[in-house]
């Protein structure tokens, strides 16, 4: 599809401070705007990042079909920019909208529509250790309706805003046993609105504890670890990698992927499987579990050191330099920011 460029007069860059980026506040200067109606795209445009317009019965406020996507693009010390597995990102989102009754992006709009607004915002990618620039995709439905039905028209959108890290210091986390995240046959695979949005009220209770973030447990029981909703979960136990299998509840991260294909080509024992509770808190006692981690793109590599389950703490011994998730993170990393042969073909420059 042909992408018209309404480029802005005056970059807001210089007002940046790139050593204070923080996360999710600061917008690059442009964003790509795709409109979906009689059945197809009509138009996708590059135009100034700023506020849209919008009718008070637009669909999406009411009944939730919103759905997103989160990337990383990073500058490399050659300054190409490079994107993390973004089509793996471009394959999910359109699972999301099918599951959501929405129409699918085509790969024109998607890559090729990053490809370009990257190329216009390229000075927003920051160099800095430990910063990035976060890609949202995102696609909402757009018709004046209050029916409760599939909305005829959408808007997709990318901006891009420049990152520093998610969680600035090791996560305490709280074992949720009575909130859900996800049920069997819900939406908890997609990435749509309405699953963070549900996620805010037992993590805010959750906060007041004194914790980071709530690790899911299955709906049905509350027996078995399932994610953390901002990133998938990971322990190493006796030397093995485990994480929960990926199903209708759990949401197939890239980054979870990603971790997972590197443990397995360092010959690693990677279990996708349930852990329970039960095993993981008694493996804590015991020494059984030696790391425990987040894996998400905002969240990248995020080590958990406490974990509490029914009024009590449980901790995890202390990061080592050489344990697998500080490898791990060096490892993508390295990928990423194009210091190590991509030998996976996960990089897509800009
Ligand atoms: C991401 O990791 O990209 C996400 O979408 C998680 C979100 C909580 C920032």
Request: one cysteine or more.
């Amino acid at each position: 599809m042909q992408i018209d460029i309404n480029k802005i007069s005056n970059s807001r860059i210089a007002e940046v401070d790139f050593n204070q980026l923080g996360f999710g506040k600061v917008f690059a200067d442009h964003m790509l705007v795709a409109e979906y109606a009689d059945g197809k795209w009509q138009k996708a445009t590059i135009q100034p990042y700023g506020p849209l317009s919008f009718q008070p019965a637009m669909m999406s406020l009411h009944y939730g079909q919103a759905i997103f996507e989160g990337m990383k693009a990073y500058r490399s010390d050659a300054g190409d920019i490079l994107v993390f597995r973004p089509e793996e990102n471009w394959k999910r989102f359109n699972k999301s909208a099918a599951r959501m009754c929405m129409p699918e992006v085509p790969e024109d709009i998607f890559l090729g529509g990053l490809k370009e607004l990257l190329k216009l915002d390229k000075n927003w990618v920051p160099s800095q250790d430990g910063c990035s620039l976060y890609i949202r995709p995102f696609m909402f439905a757009t018709d004046e309706y209050v029916g409760v039905t599939p909305s005829s028209t959408y808007k997709f959108i990318i901006f891009n805003c420049p990152v520093g890290s998610y969680y600035a210091k090791p996560l305490r986390v709280k074992i949720e046993t009575e909130y859900i995240r996800a049920a069997k046959g819900g939406v908890g695979f997609a990435k749509n609105a309405g699953n963070y949005g549900g996620s805010l009220f037992p993590t805010q209770l959750a906060n007041k504890e004194g914790y980071d973030q709530i690790i899911w447990t299955d709906a049905a029981t509350h027996t078995y670890v399932e994610e953390a909703g901002t990133m998938n979960l990971m322990f190493i136990i006796d030397g093995a990698l485990v994480t929960a299998p990926t199903g209708d509840t759990i949401l197939d991260g890239v980054t979870r992927k990603s971790v997972l294909q590197v443990a397995k080509d360092w010959g690693m024992d990677v279990q996708e499987r349930l852990l329970s509770v039960e095993e993981l808190v008694k493996g804590i006692e015991s020494g059984k579990v030696q790391e425990a981690f987040g894996a998400g793109t905002a969240a990248v590599i995020a080590p958990i050191q406490t974990i509490g389950y029914n009024g009590k703490d449980y901790d995890l011994p202390e990061r080592k330099p050489d344990g697998f998730s500080a490898k791990v993170y060096q490892e993508i990393n390295d990928i990423r920011l194009g210091k190590k042969t991509d030998t996976r073909n996960w990089i897509w420059k800009a």
